[in-house]
């Protein structure tokens, strides 16, 4: 098993590095990220022992069953699921560092109250719905602009960049469009230099089109079932989308 693991690690880190020399981008501008959803913490450990540092789940439920097993193993832990305001508790609890997958006002207000209560501050990205997919989260392009000058006004909130899941499409080129347009949307936001907002972070690419992502100047590469292997349970079981973080 942690043979298996450790195997699949050097194999996305060799795309990584392939993709990047392509590109003609250095190694250290792209993020390994591993989605841990439905795996074991036992799992999870051996890529972390491995020298993976960045993990992230797609469910608070999994976040709470995992904490205490995981705590001890130096790690930075995002989120990546759709988040309902009525978990923002539990994210800060268990010591999320980044939340990827903030899409709507009302949440960024209520985490802002709640990070104020706690004398907090997190990092969060924006997610775009670069699809125009009914089934994915995410704000509409034509509306992040917005979005990010309204979350901007909220002081414990750290915008680093944008994330986005892409069309799910054997189309390498319908695929890279959707990365294209998170690109452009960043370079629009960075145009419009709005205070206290940083824009370093472009989270998108999975196992299945991550050089594609990386071309396009993804910093953060989201790999699950390719380092862990096919999970036991139908992503629909832990994913309130019709896509999957792979």
């Known amino acids: 098993m942690s043979e298996t693991i450790e195997d699949n690690l050097h194999i996305i880190r060799n795309r990584i590095q392939q993709a990047c020399q392509k590109s003609h981008r250095s190694t250290s501008e792209v993020k390994l990220l ?13 890529a972390l022992q491995a020298g993976q540092t960045l993990i992230a789940e797609n469910k608070i439920q999994e976040l709470k069953e995992k904490y205490e097993a995981l705590k001890n193993s130096p790690h930075e832990n995002h989120f990546i699921g759709h ?3 009525n978990k923002i508790k539990d994210l800060l609890k268990y010591e999320v560092t980044c939340l990827q997958s903030l899409d709507r006002l009302d949440l960024a207000e209520k985490l802002h109250q709640r ?5 907090k501050k997190l990092d969060v990205l924006i997610q775009v719905n670069t699809s125009g997919e009914e089934s994915k989260f995410g704000v509409r392009p034509d509306e992040a602009l917005d979005l990010v000058q309204k979350v901007a006004r909220l002081e414990t909130l750290q915008i680093q960049g944008l994330m986005t899941i ?3 499409s054997a189309e390498t080129e319908k ?3 959707c990365f294209q ?3 452009n ?13 940083t824009m370093k972070e472009l989270s998108m690419g999975m196992s299945g089109d991550m050089e594609t992502a990386i071309e396009e100047g993804a910093t953060i590469i989201r790999v699950g079932t390719a380092v862990f292997g096919q999970r036991p349970t139908p992503d629909s079981y832990y994913w309130n989308e019709s896509v999957t973080v792979q």
């Open 166 to 168: 892409g069309l799910l």
């Open 185 to 197: 949307i960043q370079q629009q936001i960075i145009a419009a230099n709005i205070p206290r907002v």
């Open 175 to 177: 695929v890279r469009r």
């Open 115 to 119: 990070l104020c209560f706690e004398n």
């Open 181 to 183: 347009l998170l690109k």
């Open 83 to 85: 988040l309902q305001t």
């Open 34 to 46: 591993l989605a841990t959803k439905t795996i074991p913490a036992e799992r999870i450990k051996i």
